[in-house]
Structures are given as C-alpha cells and as structure tokens.
C-alpha cells in the first residue's frame, strides 16, 4: 500500500477539527503549558515557506507537552487592524473589513493543511469589535491612572484627586508634565471642573500633547520610528517630515527602570534583552539649568559628565525646541526657520545615523554659565533631538568628538579642561583616571570626585541637580487611520471625555472614502454619524452636535500595537463579555510558557507588550508583571532568486556564463520558471511578464542559465515559495520535517527545494517499515535487544532535542532510527508504537494513521510519551578486534565483565588464534579491557 499522503493528511485534518482534539481548558488536574506564537498579520500574498518555521517549532513543542502529560494551551489568531488593508481600501474602495476577512480565510486554509494543533475555539482578531472592545476598555483604565514612584506603581486617578484636594500637589512623586506648577489645596478645589481635568491630564498615564511626529503626507498618518526604513515609509516608500501635532500618548516612561529591572527575570534572547536595554537607555548624570541671557527663559540640558562644565563652549538645542522661536534674534530668524524646514524633511533616524555630516545655524542668543557667568553661544543642529533628553545639549569640545567637529567647523573657542590628557574617546571614557584642570574647584579631582562637587555646587545655586535620565520616550498612541481602534472618547469643551464601559466597544464607523478629509482631518473626518449623545449613550449623526447633550467623538484611531499587547492574556478567556479576562482564566493560566517569534518586534510590540502587562498587574487585572517567561526567536528562511543577466541599454539577455563579455545589469525572476540545474524556462519567461515577450536570449550550450542569490523570501524579489505547493506535491508532513530539518531554529537559512526529496523518502521509508509491501504488518512479538537499543537511544535523543529545541538534530535520529529498525527487520508492536508518539509532534498526519491501523481508537496525541530505559543502553558484551603483531584478523565477542585472565583464555583457546599461530608459543598477549587484544608471536 503505497503512501498517499494527500488523503491521509485531508483525512486526519478533518478529524482534528470535528473532534476539537486540540481544544485547552480553564481547569484541569494536569499541569498547565501554555504556547503562543506572534500572531500573524494576514496580507493578501498569504503565508510563504517562511513564515511556518516558528509556527512548526511551537507545535512541536506543544505536542510533545501534550504527550508528557500537560494541559496544552496553544492557540492562533490574527493581528487585523493595519495600515496594509487600509491602503489597499483607498485604491479599490473596498471596505478593509472585506479584504481583511478574505485575507484570514486564506491564512486560515493555509494553517490547516500544515496541520497545526491550534485550539481554533479561542481564535481572536484585534479589528473584531468583540475584541477591541477591550483594546477601548484597556485605554480608559490607562486614562484613569496616574503613576506613583513612592509606591512605583500605578494607581487609580480618584487616589489622586483625593490628594489634591486635601494636600495640593507639592509632595506627590508622579511622573507627570515637565510643565506642572506646584497648587495648594485649597488653590486645587477653587480651580473650575475644566482647569482640574487640565491639571489631571498632564499626569494621566494615557494623555494629549502636542508632539513631534514623523508625518508621511502620502499616506496621510503618522508612522512609528520603525517603520521608517532610509528616511521614507516602509510602506511605499514615501517621503517623512516632521511636524507638531496634538497626539494621544501612552506614558510608557514611567515604567522605564521596572522595565529594565523586568528583563532580569525572564528567559529571553540576550540580543533581544540588549536591544530593549539600550532602547530605554538608563543613564546616570545632573541635570543643568542655563539661563538665558536677555530672556526670561532658561535652557535645561542633562549630561552624565557634570565635572565637565568647565568645558561647555556652546550650547545647541534640537531645531524643533520651543525656546528656538523665542529666543532667536532677528537678525538670525530668517536662517534658523531655513534651517528648520530643511531639517523637518530628515527623520529621527536619518539624523541619528549621520554621524559625519556637521550642520548647525546660530540663533543669536546667549546662555549663561552657571559658575564663570561668561556668555556661551547658543545654535540649533540636527544631531540633537527634541524627543531625547531635553532637547538641549551643553558642549564641551574638549571631551566629545561631535562637539569638537561642531565647534572647529564654525570656529568655536574650545577650551583644554583636561591637562595632558587627549580628546579621544578611549581616553575620555577612562572615567577613574581622568583628571580636570581649568575649573576652578574642580581642579585636580577626578572624575568621580568633580562630578559629585559639581552636582552639589549646582543644587547650591539652584541650577541643577544629580539625575538619574533614561532614552525612552513616551509613546504616541494616536494614527490618522481608518482602520485601527476608534477612541472611546468624546470631546466637552475641548476636554476629553471616557465611554462608560457598558456603552463599549465604540464600533467603526462608515465613510465613502479612506483618505484624510482635504482640511487635513483624519479619514474618520469623513463620517457623517460620528458623535455621542450622552442621554441615550449612542453614536449619532454628527449634524445632532450641539455641545450640550451631543458632542464630536475622537477622529484618530489606536496603532497597530494596541491589540497585541495584551491578546496573549485574552486568549485565556476570550469569550468573556463581562470582563477582560476572569480571574479564574488568569490564575489557572498566569502566563506565556513558551513564546516564539521574530527578533524584529524587540523595541516594539514586546516593549509595549511588557509595558502594558506591568500596568494591568499594578492593577491586579493579572497576577505577574511579565507575560512570558521564554521566548524565542526563530530564525528566517531565505529565499533563493533567479537571476537573469540583461545588457545594459538593450533587451538582450545573456546566460550567466556570458555576463563577463558583456556590461550587464542584473533583474530578477521568478524563481518557478527555474529547474533544479539553473536553467530557464525561455518561454516561460516570455509569457510572466511583457517586457521579456520580445526579449533576445544568448544561450550557453542550448541552456540559459541564471545566477542565484540568497536573500530574504520577498514577493519583491520573486523568490517566494508557495508551503501550498510543497503540500501538495510531497505533504504537510514533509514540509514540517524539512523545515526543521533546515537547521537550527534560531539560525538563518536558505530554503532549496531541491532538498525536500531526502526528507520524503524518509516518510516513505518510515510507511514501508509498518507495511509488508500492501499489507500493513505489525506483530506482537518480543522486541529483540537491537530493537530495544535503537529505540531507547532514539527516545533519549528526541527527548533531549526537544527540550533543547534543537528540532533539526531530532529529524536525522528518526532517520538513523528507520534505517537501523529497517535493516533489523523490525515488526514489534512494542517498538513501533513507541516510535510513532516519538515521532508524531514532528509528522503528526502520518503518525495519526499508522496509530489508527495499529488499533487504537483514539487520537495519537493523548499517548504518554514513551520513557527511555538506560538498561537498553548498557553493553553487556563487548566485540573485540583480536590481532596478531598489530594486524586485526576476527573479532570476538565477550562479556565485559571478565577479567584480562579469562579474556586471554578465551582468545586463546579459539580456533583462529589456533591457526594463527600454528603451534608456536605467543612471546605475550596484550589485553585492554573493554578495548583490544593484541597477540605478540
């Protein structure tokens, strides 16, 4: 009976979804293992060979789980809301729910036929409004919270309310505005209902701030720094300027050091720990106030070399600061604004990366030295920016490499505050042997003694004082999208107002186009009935506004971050409606046991992700403040491009051979019109695109043969591999194997399917040995000790790879462990079960149906894993290699326990050593126990 994996796998496939085999409970006696993967985004291209790798490791890893006897949660979803859908709505005008629900049931056809055990009862999509009814939900706790560093922690905004009203604000250690002012108690209750929700504002944990924004006109929104690639959007590459904008942000800042000292308890990548390190960036320094000369203004820097401030020549502040307009003289004004619209048009990331190039302008005004009281210039430049730190640097051109490139290009005086020492920043950075000269008090000290004299000096003056400074920004919550999360917010008298939660979720509502409104509104500018009415607590028609009982609604949506911050926690109860998840899901669950997905996310949805789950737990909303304790990224599958070779100025095309005879550019093709020689389907080619149909091929040897590149699988680079194709030519199961069988999860690798045949035989090899020819064979016979030895040693090593997650070294022991049992016959019920459990996290369609055929009505995955016995490892008998004068000549078995005596006997008395010496006396016999005999004649 030969191996028709097509109808077994469809077969098995059905089963599992009728029978909900894989479905979790919230309560159980067994042990509880829960295994997530990154939810995937569904596109219209659908999943290529790529994107199962993670997906294939994870489940493995919960069958196995399964098999040892846990209570598996391993569910799926889709991450829906996205900038994608939205632009494909404005070049069709289809709605993007349309095109989002078409996208899932691709993706969703494409998961099954891999033949995941995902627990699809718990399937969640974040643009569901039965979903991102919590999203809104979650938002409003966040508005309703402030963050107490006495108590580092979240708390409700009524906490503080009740201190204001009783004490003022002088003694509250939050994180809030810079711009606060300190108010009495008495001060605070005479404020109106609309100067108490101002004050509040500026210490909500989720709040309105005029912000700088990285605007993309093109596609009319705002776009996080990472997904900004080069200084234009990754998504169609358009142009990215800077701008202010009033923008709904998250004060993710307030957790900084909890997200830092977080990192410390879980099991994550270090690389991944390292990039979330330095993206919060803790820093230990003084903060430093200037006053500015001529104004009533002052210039507040951090640094982390206070001992250092005899040196500052030069002050410059980021072009977007607010003191830039104030105090730029007149005669400056018209270069600074040049300067300012020029640098509007780089991104964040373009300005931090550009290390070489020097550009500045001078405003015209001064800043005064806290000690000497000289006058220090202050300029504008785009190294510097308004989001990190203070916007406002002090130079010292004496200690910094970019401060004394700045200073020599414009001429700045640079004064020597180190004596004999350079400026190199090896020699700067030797913090316990640098010495300061030229200032002052500071004078011989080193750097430990000048910086803590210089912190005391400056809080004496009242200019400044030790801090302790981190990188990470507030994050901004608001996009100018359609498709996102709509605000569970109103607006009174310009003042945000909640949805009370039993009026939630706020749905999207329906506008005739996806675009900004020409004033520059977001889309949800378009919508005709999008207002609230507070009587009947309804969405109405916007032409019912009347800033009494009905009023305008908020017109940006959430970013694509929203739903994924959470969704890990929702997916133990997601059926809930009354709450976000209950308290009997979180307790049983708790956490993420195992989660797989891509190092891109590290600054981030698992930034975010960690952020929020430290606020849900201040709350007590969940019982632990990080949400997984592993996590593993998966390395990326490459594609292989096709390369044809085109010479330039022509459409003649030359095989790969020829390419050094000619000035060639290289295009890319795609790579199914190539056979596994390299070689060209010329009219193929003709046919895929029209500017080849009339193309002029130069053949080598009556074959064109194109290059190849590895390189990222892109449908850019049209070297995309369809897992649907694999699936149909050679099965799920073979795709599953073969993935793993790649290499190392963690690694890169390149994708050929040339290799997949290696792996498909095996499958066969492994039908063949519970078969004899077309009738399935499986006795009840006693395992013999080599059935019993090769099993044992394959349930050791499996057990150890998956533990070790080490999948690729386990798919060449099945192998190893086919061809032994193969060649040793090997029909024993006992053994070939046991090989089948082993063996069915890996290829579980095949497993399912020789598991059926060998009786058992039940499905494969509630087997126990099979226990290795070491007995069956430990020799009892050893073959040694007997020699005569250094030359093997036979072998001999013994057991290993006899003494060297017996085992000279024994190799004595037997007939070939007889003959070899032909009745002469051995001059002596070597013996090594366990290892070699050696007759010397």
Not at 342 to 361: C, H, L, N, Y
Not at 389 to 400: F, I, L, R, S, Y
Not at 809 to 828: G, Y
Not at 875 to 890: H, L, Q, T, W
């Amino acid at each position: 009976m030969s191996y028709d994996f097509n109808s077994l796998e469809a077969k098995w496939q059905k089963y599992w979804a009728e029978n909900q085999t894989f479905k979790a409970e919230n309560n159980s006696s067994k042990p509880k293992y829960y295994v997530l993967d990154m939810f995937p985004y569904p596109s219209g291209a659908g999943l290529h060979v790529g994107h199962p790798l993670g997906y294939i490791a994870s489940d493995i890893y919960a069958r196995y789980k399964r098999h040892k006897g846990f209570n598996v949660l391993h569910p799926q979803g889709y991450d829906s809301f996205g900038l994608p859908a939205e632009q494909y709505a404005i070049q069709t005008g289809q709605h993007p729910a349309i095109t989002t629900k078409e996208n899932i049931t691709r993706y969703r056809e494409q998961l099954d036929k891999i033949g995941f055990s995902f627990d699809w009862s718990r399937e969640v999509r974040t643009s569901d409004p039965s979903f991102y009814k919590w999203t809104q939900w979650i938002f409003i706790q966040l508005f309703d919270s402030w963050y107490d560093f006495d108590s580092d922690k979240a708390r409700a905004i009524t906490d503080l309310e009740a201190i204001f009203s009783e004490k003022g604000n002088a003694t509250i250690n939050a994180s809030c505005d810079e711009d606060v002012t300190i108010f009495s108690a008495d001060q605070w209750n005479a404020f109106s209902s609309k100067e108490k929700q101002e004050v509040l504002l500026k210490y909500r944990l989720t709040y309105l701030a005029e912000t700088e924004v990285n605007w993309c006109p093109q596609l009319g929104t705002v776009l996080a720094n990472d997904e900004i690639v080069n200084g234009v959007s990754e998504r169609g590459s358009y142009p990215v300027i800077r701008k202010k904008m009033t923008q709904w942000s998250m004060r993710i800042s307030a957790y900084a050091q909890r997200l830092l000292d977080g990192l410390q308890t879980i099991d994550w990548p270090q690389p991944l720990k390292d990039s979330q390190t330095n993206w919060i960036g803790r820093s230990q320094g003084a903060s430093v106030v200037f006053n500015v000369k001529d104004h009533n203004e002052v210039i507040e820097v951090f640094t982390t070399r206070p001992d250092t401030i005899y040196g500052v020549s030069f002050m410059t502040l980021a072009p977007e600061h607010e003191l830039v307009q104030k105090i730029t003289t007149a005669d400056q004004k018209q270069e600074v604004e040049a300067y300012i619209e020029a640098t509007a048009k780089r991104s964040e990331r373009e300005r931090m990366a550009d290390v070489k190039t020097i550009s500045g302008v001078f405003t015209g005004a001064y800043a005064e030295h806290p000690f000497t009281k000289e006058s220090i210039p202050v300029w504008i430049g785009d190294y510097v920016l308004a989001g990190y730190g203070t916007g406002a640097v002090m130079a010292v051109p004496c200690g910094d490499q970019r401060d004394y490139d700045f200073a020599k290009h414009f001429d700045i005086t640079i004064p020597n505050i180190f004596d004999g020492v350079d400026i190199s920043e090896e020699a700067f950075a030797d913090k316990d042997t640098t010495v300061i000269a030229n200032s002052d008090f500071l004078n011989g000290l080193s750097y430990k003694e000048a910086t803590k004299k210089a912190i005391e000096e400056l809080e004496k003056l009242g200019q400044g004082e030790g801090k302790i400074n981190y990188r990470l920004r507030d994050a901004v919550f608001s996009r100018q999208r359609y498709w996102g999360e709509p605000f569970p917010v109103y607006y009174v008298d310009g003042m945000p107002q909640m949805i009370a939660k039993e009026h939630l979720p706020i749905q999207l509502p329906e506008v005739e186009k996806y675009l900004p409104t020409e004033t520059g509104e977001p889309p949800l500018g378009r919508a005709t009935v999008w207002a609230w009415n507070t009587d009947t607590n309804e969405v109405v028609s916007n032409d019912q506004i009347d800033h009494k009982t009905v009023f305008p609604l908020e017109l940006n949506t959430m970013p694509g971050w929203a739903g994924s911050s959470y969704y890990f926690n929702r997916y133990m109860d997601p059926h809930n409606e009354e709450e976000v998840f209950s308290k009997e899901a979180i307790t049983y669950w708790k956490e993420v046991d195992l989660y797989i997905g891509g190092s891109e996310h590290a600054t981030g949805h698992l930034l975010y992700a960690r952020f929020w789950q430290k606020f849900l737990f201040d709350h007590g909303y969940v019982l632990v403040d990080e949400f997984a304790k592993k996590l593993i990224n998966q390395g990326m599958i490459l594609g292989t491009s096709a390369i044809v070779y085109r010479v330039s100025g022509t459409n003649t095309y030359v095989s790969k051979g020829l390419k050094d005879q000619h000035e060639t550019e290289e295009l890319r093709v795609d790579v199914n019109l190539i056979n596994s020689s390299d070689e060209l389907d010329v009219e193929a080619l003709r046919n895929w695109q029209p500017q080849f149909k009339d193309a002029e091929f130069l053949l080598e040897d009556d074959k064109y043969v194109v290059g190849r590149e590895v390189e990222k699988m892109s449908k850019r680079w049209f070297n995309v591999v369809n897992p649907d194709d694999i699936c149909n030519d050679y099965g799920a199961d073979t795709l599953r194997l073969y993935e793993m069988f790649l290499g190392p999860l963690e690694q890169a690798k390149p994708w050929n399917t040339a290799g997949i045949t290696g792996v498909h035989s095996f499958l066969k090899k492994l039908w063949k040995l519970y078969h004899n020819g077309d009738t399935f064979e499986v006795t009840d016979a006693e395992p013999t000790k080599e059935n019993l030895k090769t099993l044992h040693k394959t349930i050791k090593k499996v057990e150890e790879d998956i533990e070790n997650f080490s999948f690729n070294t386990s798919v060449s022991t099945f192998m190893i462990a086919v061809n032994e049992l193969t060649a040793q016959k090997c029909k024993s019920r006992q053994v070939l079960e046991s090989l089948l459990v082993l063996i069915s996290p890996y290829a579980p369609h095949i497993a399912e149906e020789l598991w059926s055929r060998l009786g058992h009505e039940n499905s494969i995955s509630t087997t126990s894993f099979p226990q290795f016995d070491a007995s069956h490892l430990v020799e009892s008998a050893k073959v040694y290699p007997i020699s005569f004068n250094g030359k093997k000549r036979f072998e001999l078995e013994l057991p290993l326990d006899m003494s060297k005596e017996d085992i000279e006997a024994a190799v004595m008395a037997h007939e070939k050593t007889q003959q070899q010496l032909a009745g002469r006396a051995p001059k002596k016999v070597i013996v090594v126990p366990g290892k070699i005999v050696n007759v010397v004649g």
